[in-house]
């Protein structure tokens, strides 16, 4: 439990000081404004996040080994209605905890619903899945290459024109659908801060 309790101080430690650091830079390349349109069917974004994750047991998961790792993942997407937009990103994993192993995938197949159209920040829910290739050697993997899931709720900055904030909780699951071994998975619970960029058509 002390070892949890500090994993999550450190996590929410970490994504303040990310926070800090990207309103300090976007405070200075220009104003927010909410009157631009944050969302349009036609728009496109291009974007990295990173952040931190560390396994935990939600309702269905069977996680036992502590896990620890860094995250980031590139990702670009078109928005197909005002509200939907389809993307992918790629994952890439520094585990530092129980080893030293890294993890590299595509989340190819991902999309975002954002609850509203206007104001400075949107919300939005998001999911996606993938495949992954991890070096991690865990109990609750059976092999190299596994599926990757994820599901979770973020925030992203309106700006009119440069680069969006942009912070995401999420669950993130790997497991071998049951293609080897007892594949029990990993579920982890990960904190994401980056920058977009929304690319919005001539009109």
Not at 92 to 116: C, D, I, M, T, W
Request: a positive charge.
């Amino acid at each position: 439990m002390d070892t949890w309790l500090r994993i999550v101080q450190t996590v929410f430690r970490r994504a303040h000081l990310l926070a800090f650091t990207g309103a300090m830079v976007l405070g200075l390349s220009g104003a927010v404004r909410a009157d631009a349109q944050p969302v349009g069917q036609g728009f496109r974004t291009r974007g990295l996040t990173g952040g931190w994750g560390h396994s935990w047991r939600p309702i269905f998961g069977k996680t036992r080994t502590d896990i620890s790792f860094v995250a980031f993942d590139p990702r670009m997407g078109w928005f197909v209605t005002d509200r939907l937009e389809l993307y992918g990103e790629g994952t890439l994993f520094f585990y530092v905890q129980p080893e030293p192993a890294v993890a590299a995938g595509l989340g190819g197949f991902a999309g975002r619903y954002y609850l509203k159209t206007s104001g400075r920040w949107i919300p939005y829910v998001h999911a996606g899945m993938g495949l992954l290739w991890t070096s991690l050697n865990v109990p609750e993997i059976d092999r190299i290459f596994n599926f990757q899931l994820f599901v979770g709720i973020g925030w992203r900055q309106t700006r009119a024109r440069g680069p969006c904030l942009v912070f995401e909780f999420r669950n993130h699951h790997i497991s071998n659908a049951g293609t080897a071994g007892t594949n029990l998975g990993i579920n982890a619970a990960t904190v994401l801060a980056g920058v977009e960029w929304v690319l919005r058509p001539s009109r």
